[in-house]
């Protein structure tokens, strides 16, 4: 069964090229708490010409953009969305991302940073201080989680599901409703090529639209999170 999301568009703010780098920790804490009062005034109709501004500089550039998960990630169906001609460069971690960017291999790295509903992304805060780049754009995506199953699956046959710990969190009324099993996997992506590979019946994975469309998986149930104004904050460096 589909679930009715609310009408929004993606938001997006171009940031100056400010290096955290030099920014005291206290600023940078300051400006965390300043995005976390944001997202409660947050007007995702209201901004078409930063949007339609961000798009003129990205979309038709052909970029290697690194990005830690497995293809098929959140952080991947981001970049399609801005880098059009994108090449994308998945990373085993967020570490191997930045690290892929400081060494000239890529252009740019897709960092997540937080959740609305969730919270922020840990690893992120502790390495982007000292990582040296310029945060150079930010994104807001709407994240729609989907249940997702083997050709020959129905919502009713799901047994366990599997996905990021994170992703987890944010649809325990809809497992808990379907009396269906967490599994805690490595990220969302890679969890949807596992389930591909084992081709069960009874177990799924949670993720995005774009991992079923990348590993041949069906589509059992949309926008299963337990908030529909679910937003992830992406920082563009």
């Not at 930063?50 to 990005?67: D, F, G, P, W």
Request: aromatic share 8%.
């Amino acid at each position: 069964k589909k679930r009715s999301a609310p009408q929004k568009a993606p938001t997006i703010l171009v940031h100056s090229k400010v290096s955290i780098f030099f920014i005291p920790k206290i600023y940078f804490y300051l400006y965390l708490i300043f995005k976390f009062l944001f997202y409660s005034t947050i007007d995702l109709k209201n901004i078409p010409r930063q949007k339609a501004h961000l798009k003129r500089n990205m979309e038709n550039v052909k970029l290697k953009i690194s990005l830690q998960g497995a293809l098929g990630s959140y952080s991947h169906q981001a970049c399609t969305k801005l880098f059009k001609n994108g090449v994308t460069v998945p990373c085993d971690s967020f570490e191997g991302a930045i690290q892929l960017v400081r060494k000239g291999k890529v252009d740019k790295a897709i960092l997540p940073v937080e959740n609305s509903t969730y919270g922020r992304v840990a690893d992120i805060h502790a390495l982007l201080p000292a990582s040296k780049l310029f945060i150079t754009a930010e994104y807001f995506l709407p994240v729609d989680i989907c249940m997702l199953g083997t050709s020959s699956s129905d919502l009713a046959s799901i047994k366990s599901a599997m996905s990021h710990p994170v992703l987890i969190g944010q649809c325990k009324k809809f497992l808990r409703k379907n009396k269906i099993n967490s599994v805690s996997g490595y990220d969302t992506a890679g969890s949807a090529r596992i389930v591909a590979q084992n081709n069960k019946p009874n177990m799924g994975a949670m993720a995005s639209k774009i991992a079923a469309k990348i590993y041949g998986l069906r589509v059992l149930s949309e926008n299963i999170q337990d908030s529909l104004d679910n937003l992830m904050n992406i920082y563009i460096n």
